[in-house]
């Protein structure tokens, strides 16, 4: 069930809302909770059944772990690294089990039969924030929490499936805060519309720019170099729409019933070097990779050397984390890389000009997620290289010729604006990063909103594009994140 579906929006969604609150209203507030986890599990077993059972096991196990900590003393330890292990090793059965099948039998020159198997949604989040608890539990302890608003915390719906990664300080006080238990007007007016927000960014930019990104690399043999820089762009653009809506959608939805989900993008491709970049890209995944791997290692308190390693470290990680492939880890390093030079620059004193730092940084972010996305090396290497192959012909060839390239996006239309014509895939980009590169974004939006008649004529104009957008979720539609 996704957020832009008719059954989540129509259905799902005002059926939880209304027993949350008449619950808490009439009853008290521990059925509410008992409420929105059975709410929760049947979001999540709406996608595949036996997620369930994983699920289910995993949260009973780490709950488990976490009490035998809190109350151990001598054993504390040994039993956190036990919970780490347990986290680690499921994710890496289920995400990584055939990615090292297939290079052991690449280098010993093997047969071993791969297990085909499929990662349950959002396992790689939600291995990260019970690593976290399991953590946390060692060092400050967390013997306070009932077992259900454990599980709340772990299968909250909005941030389920691909966050943000929460901390359990942040996000179970709020259960138990009392002035949450009603329905605050403002919230819900603010929810609704940093969800329409999101909504729009999906369906609307990212599901269209989404189109030619795959068409560009199915076809990526044949691409001009026109093609090629349109293919990387689309799918920059597609990645920041969906990934940014998906995380708008998730606020929005938990400020429907009182609680703050931390911000997960804050104009990212606005950034003028790779070390602002991540401060503003997935922000969590930054947050918990720099608590929970960073600083243990020794952060930048052992020496140069040393931090330059724990960045590169940290960097190997976020890409293996995102996919078992080549390709993930080399984008990991690309950007691990490119921090570490960041750093070294700094130490010249050099300033560069505002416009140059921030093209650059751009330009590089946009080749790396060539990498990302490419389902092979030989894939990302081909598009890259016709990328930096100067061609006027091609140039003059693209508004002019048909493109094979495309030829697929003549099946769908913008208000009878076919998604092939050269000066619809050109505007429609120039548009989508205008947008990223310029205005407010979608949390200084929602911070700035006032609630006078600007904002009501505002709220309508939002309406108005969310009617586009349902009207687009006819199209089929599936969020990037889920797939990691």
């Known amino acids: 069930m996704l957020f832009n579906s008719f059954e989540f929006i129509f259905l799902f969604l005002p059926i939880t809302f209304i027993i949350y609150f008449l619950l808490n209203r009439f009853r008290n507030q521990q059925y509410a909770i008992y409420w929105l986890v059975l709410s929760s599990l ?17 949260i009973v196990v780490n709950f488990a772990l976490s009490r035998v900590i809190n109350t151990n003393n001598r054993w504390r330890k040994t039993y956190m690294i036990i919970g780490v292990a347990f986290n680690i090793l499921i994710l890496c059965y289920y995400k990584y089990t055939d990615f090292f099948i297939e290079n052991i039998n690449s280098l010993l020159g093997t047969n071993i039969a791969l297990l085909h198997l499929l990662l349950p949604l959002g396992l790689s989040f939600i291995t990260f924030q019970q690593i976290a608890f399991i953590v946390d539990s060692y060092r400050d302890g967390t013997a306070h929490y009932k077992f259900s608003h454990y599980a709340l915390f772990i299968l909250f719906f909005p941030q389920l499936i691909a ?9 179970l006080p709020q259960y138990d805060t009392k002035e949450n238990r009603k329905v605050i007007h403002e919230h819900v007016a603010r929810g609704i519309f940093i969800f329409a927000i999101g909504l729009v960014k999906k369906v609307v930019i990212a599901d269209t720019v989404g189109i030619w990104a795959n068409e560009g690399f199915a076809n990526y043999s044949n691409l001009s170099f026109v093609e090629a820089w349109i293919t990387s762009l689309s799918y920059t ?3 920041y729409y969906d990934f940014s809506g998906y995380s708008d959608m998730a606020i929005g939805l938990a400020l429907l019933f009182n609680i703050k989900l931390p911000v997960n993008f804050y104009s990212p491709y606005k950034a003028r070097n790779i070390q ?98 490419a389902t092979s090396m030989e894939q990302a290497n081909t598009i890259i290289a016709k990328m930096f192959t100067p061609d006027m012909t091609a140039i003059n060839n693209f508004f002019t010729e048909p493109h094979t390239s495309f030829a697929q996006a003549e099946a769908f239309n913008i208000l009878g604006l076919s998604l092939s014509d050269p000066l619809v895939i050109v505007v429609g980009l120039l548009i989508a990063l205008v947008i990223a590169f310029t205005t407010l974004n979608s949390i200084q939006l929602m911070d700035k909103m006032k609630f006078n008649w600007g904002a009501i004529i505002y709220t309508q104009c939002m309406i108005a594009l969310v009617l586009v957008s349902i009207y687009y979720m006819q199209k089929n539609s599936i969020f990037l994140y889920f797939n990691f």
């Open 42 to 58: 049947f979001f999540y077993g709406y996608f595949k059944l036996t997620y369930l059972a994983i699920i289910t096991i995993s």
């Open 163 to 171: 966050g943000p990664i929460v901390q359990h300080d942040e996000m």
């Open 237 to 239: 653009v597609q990645l």
């Open 276 to 373: 602002e970049f991540w401060k503003k890209w997935h922000m969590t995944l930054n947050r918990f990779l720099t608590t929970y791997v960073y600083f243990p290692l020794g952060g930048n308190r052992k020496g140069a050397f040393r931090t330059y390693i724990n960045i590169l470290i940290i960097f190997f990680i976020s890409g293996f984390w995102h996919g078992a492939g080549w390709n993930f880890i080399l984008w990991g390093l690309l950007h691990g890389f490119a921090s570490v030079v960041v750093r070294l620059f700094s130490k010249t004193g050099i300033k560069l000009p505002y416009l140059l730092s921030w093209f650059m940084t751009f330009q590089f972010v946009n080749i790396a997620w060539v990498y990302f996305r």
